[in-house]
Antibody
Framework: QVQLVESGGGVVQPGGSLRLSCAVS????????IHWVRQAPGKGLEWVAF????????DYADSVKGRFTVSRDNSKNTLYLQMNSLRIEDTGVYYC?????????????WGQGTVVTVSS | QSVLTQPPSVSGAPGQRATISCTGS?????????VHWYQQLPGAAPRLLIY???IRPSGVPDRFSGSKSGASASLAITGLQAEDEAVYYC???????????FGGGSKLTVL
């Protein structure tokens, strides 16, 4: 079955960096785009970033543009989110989610999330 | 302030019907972009409930249905059950940003 497993979350000081990973199984990773979505404590969902199936196209929310970088290693079935210059407002649960089909922005399957806390 | 507007809370008695609205604008839903709905149970990750405005993925009960008209969409849940208590989010795409956008979420309470 389809599985996405995030890891790499933790506690980091403002201005610091963190790299999240999303390991996938149960589908042909190299054929699908993947999104990152986050959820601040007690708040709603916020789309963060997207990378297409071959890594040649990336999109970012304005709130993270220039600070976060999404990448993927199709040989390892793994997606990454490099987060730099972290701010307190970046705190939350970070989910990776698989696109249902090319370019349709339907987040078909989600991981369980990894918690990022930015605090001094 | 979410790009898509949802009521913060909705409620209904067991067996009754609940409806959740999602209002967008001419740069997202009104532009013809599809609306998708997600259910987030307490302490869990979101789950896809409806995609392409009206399509239920396999395994989603037919008590859940979606519709769209103009710049708005709705999720209807009939035959409410206690297990339906969750937060529901609508999602679409906005070409003016450009970005995937979510509604603020609607908490459904089954009285």
């Amino acid at each position: 079955q389809v599985q996405l497993v995030e890891s790499g979350g933790g506690v980091v000081q403002p201005g610091g960096s963190l790299r999240l990973s999303c390991a996938v199984s149960g589908f042909t990773f190299s054929r699908y785009g993947i999104h990152w979505v986050r959820q601040a404590p007690g708040k709603g969902l916020e789309w963060v970033a997207f990378i297409n199936y071959d890594g040649n196209n990336e999109d970012y929310a304005d709130s993270v543009k220039g600070r976060f970088t999404v990448s993927r290693d199709n040989s390892k079935n793994t997606l990454y989110l490099q987060m730099n210059s972290l701010r307190i407002e970046d705190t939350g649960v970070y989910y990776c989610a698989k696109d249902r089909s090319y370019g349709d922005n339907v987040l078909e399957y989600w991981g369980q999330g990894t918690v990022v806390t930015v605090s001094s | 302030q979410s790009v898509l507007t949802q009521p913060p809370s909705v409620s209904g008695a067991p067996g009754q019907r609940a409806t959740i609205s999602c209002t967008g604008s001419s740069s997202n839903i009104g532009a013809g972009y599809d609306v998708h709905w997600y259910q987030q149970l307490p302490g869990a990750a979101p789950r896809l409930l409806i995609y392409g405005d009206t399509i239920r993925p396999s395994g989603v009960p037919d008590r859940f249905s979606g519709s769209k008209s103009g710049a708005s969409a709705s999720l209807a849940i009939t035959g409410l059950q206690a297990e339906d208590e969750a937060v529901y989010y609508c999602q679409s795409y906005d070409f003016s940003l450009p970005a995937v956008v979510f509604g603020g979420g609607s908490k459904l309470t089954v009285l």
